[in-house]
Every structure is written in C-alpha cells, then in structure tokens.
C-alpha cells in the first residue's frame, strides 16, 4: 500500500485514433504524432514538477488519457526511468498503462512491460458485442477477452471495467454479465453505473428522446446487486465502484482518495500538490508551444484554500469502504473534528443505518452507498462544499 508521504505521477497521452461518442475533447484525434517531440515535452513536464516536490519518493505511475497504450513504450519507458532517477520509486511502486482491448493496442503490453509498467487497466466496459457498440467501442467482446488474456499472462497486477445499469438491461443480464467477468479471476474490478455526461453524444440523444436512460431506483437495485456478487467472489468494495481483493486496491487510486500529493504531466492534466491546484494546458499544441516557452504545460497554478481543501478531502474519502478518521484530517488541517461533519446529521443517519462511527471514524455503511451523494450533502457542512 502506498506510504502516507508517497507521491502520485499521473502522466496524460491526450492522443486517440478517432472520437469516443461521449467525449467531448475533439482536438485529441490524430493519425499520427512526433514522438520525440513529445518525449522532450513531457520530461521537460516531469522535470519541472520534481522542482516542486523534490525529497518525495513516487509510489505510483499511472498512464492515463486518450490511449496511452499507443503512445511509444520507449517513451514511456524514458518518463518511468527520469522519474526513477530525480524522485526515486517506492520498492512496490505501480506502474499502470491504461488501454483498450484491441487486438492492435495488445500487441505492444510485451513492450511496455519490458520497459517497467507492472500493471494494465483494460477499458473492457461490456463482454457483449452489442453494448460495445452502443457505448462507441472499438474493440469486440473477443477481442476484449483475448487482451485480457494477453494481459494476465504478462503483468502481475491487472485490471478492467465494466459499465452497468445500461437503457434496458434487466437485473438477470447484469448478473450474468459481472459473474462471467469474476470467473477471470482478476484482482482488481471497476464497476460504473453508465452516467449521462454534458455535452457528450449520450447527452444529446437523451434531449432529443433518442435515448432514455435507466431510472434511479432500478440502477439502485443493481448496485446493491453488484456489492452482493462482488463480495461473494472475494472481490469486496473499497470505494464506491471499486473492488478488489485484499492487499489489491489501486495504490494510484487510494493516493487520490486519501487526499494525497499527486502530480498530473502532460496535456489537460490536474495535480494537488502541497496545498497547490495545477492544471496543464489541454490542447496538445497549446502544451507542446507552453512548455517551450516555460519549460513546462502548467495554464493554472493556485493555492487551495483551507476550506476546500477540507471539502476535497471528506468528499474523496467518504467515497472510500474505510471512511475517513476525523481528528488526523482534523489535525491536518488545523481544525477541530466537530467543524468537519455535521453531528447531528451523522447520529440521524448512523441510526438509520446508513452511516457508521467507530471512534472518530466515519464511514458510510455498504446500504447507505446508493445513497452517497445525498448523504455527503447532508453530512458535510455547508460551507465545506461551496469552498
């Protein structure tokens, strides 16, 4: 598990080969790209963010995107081995590539686990062709099974996700869709309620009523199905739509939810470091002539204040299976553990069963999950979430 001071580098390949239906990035579609243009862009990125965190150690990469399994494995095998020479790595350091189950993207996981990335996040998203292409996808349910294939035969750490609660897709399909995707035996499964996203293609076939999407209480009722299966197959879940096996929870990912230090390289990338928001220019020709200029991407640099901070925290955390502990977040922020949650909100609903307190533990109990957004409004004050 990732160290209390360790540090998250999440390093963004914003190019894809065509537009994904509910994206609405469009100026990351090329046919092809320079890759050592981009290699000295994107150290020049990392070297300029290890000036702000040097004496911290990296506990996790993550190559996110676009399709960062088609950005060069020796790229980023350059950007693993600069990060391991000016932070140093964590002996468990992981090390995620992120793709897409095509027979095209499979090809090269010998690549780039040949040049230090000990760990796949497969875009699965469905084992059945015609959801794939309800939902814009490349690949094929047998392309997807095959790369997964590939992939657990190479990596020791993998990964995939599913998106469930899909227009028209009854409890009995689910079940047997999530239980044909346990029988993998991963160690680590991403299970997404589909969500409707602004300005996306999904969001304007809804408005023009080519589209309806599942009703909240049967996507309600699938959850508390999908916990059930999960839990079953030793597959619980630690945070809201994640699950694994004991010891196998996203290290990248917990950094995030425990209000960690993450660096984010690359276009269009967030980091949170030292009390600071960062955001990377998005366009990628935008990124490419800043960090000419600057030496790095970075369009926004600001400080967090205390209170959103605060708020950032208990909202991350309180999407975690183990909850948050009041008075070290307390401390954390100079704070009395009474201004962080709305007692009387807490007692109303831990005796509802919703939410739980051990101590100065709070956690919202496995029923009151479906109902977490609801919940965090009530628990956090109200100032806490307008910071």
Known sequence: MPAADDLALYIHWPFCLKKCPYCDFNSHVRDSVDPDAWQAALLADLRHEHAQTAGRRVGSIFFGGGTPSLMPPA?????????????GLA???????????????????????AVGVNRVSLGVQSLHDEALAFLGREHSAAEAMAALESA????GRVTFDLIYARPGQSAAEWEAELARALEFGT?????????????????????????TPMDADSAADLFVQTQEQTVAAGLPAYEISNHAKPSAQSHHN?????YGDYTGIGPG???????????????????????GENGHGISEERALGREEQISEALLMGLRLAEGIELEALAARFETSSD??????????YSDLGFVTRKGDRITIAPQGMPLLDALLAELVPAHLVAA
Not at 195 to 210: C, K, L, S
């Open 339 to 348: 201004a962080l949650i709305d007692a009387s909100r807490a007692d109303f």
């Open 152 to 155: 657990q035969g190479l990596f």
């Open 187 to 211: 160690e680590h499964l991403s299970l997404y309620q589909l969500t409707i996203e602004p300005g996306t293609g999904f969001a304007g076939a809804v408005a023009r009523g080519r589209l």
């Open 75 to 87: 790229l980023a095998g350059a950007l693993i081995e600069e990060a391991a020479r000016l932070w």
């Open 269 to 291: 990338a967030h980091g949170r470091r030292k009390g600071m928001a960062t955001i990377r220019h998005k366009k990628p020709e935008a990124f490419l002539r800043r960090v």
């Open 254 to 258: 917990l950094t995030y939810w425990r």
């Open 91 to 113: 002996d468990d350091c992981e090390i995620t590539l992120e793709a897409n189950p095509t027979s095209y993207e499979a090809r090269t996981f010998a690549d780039f686990h």
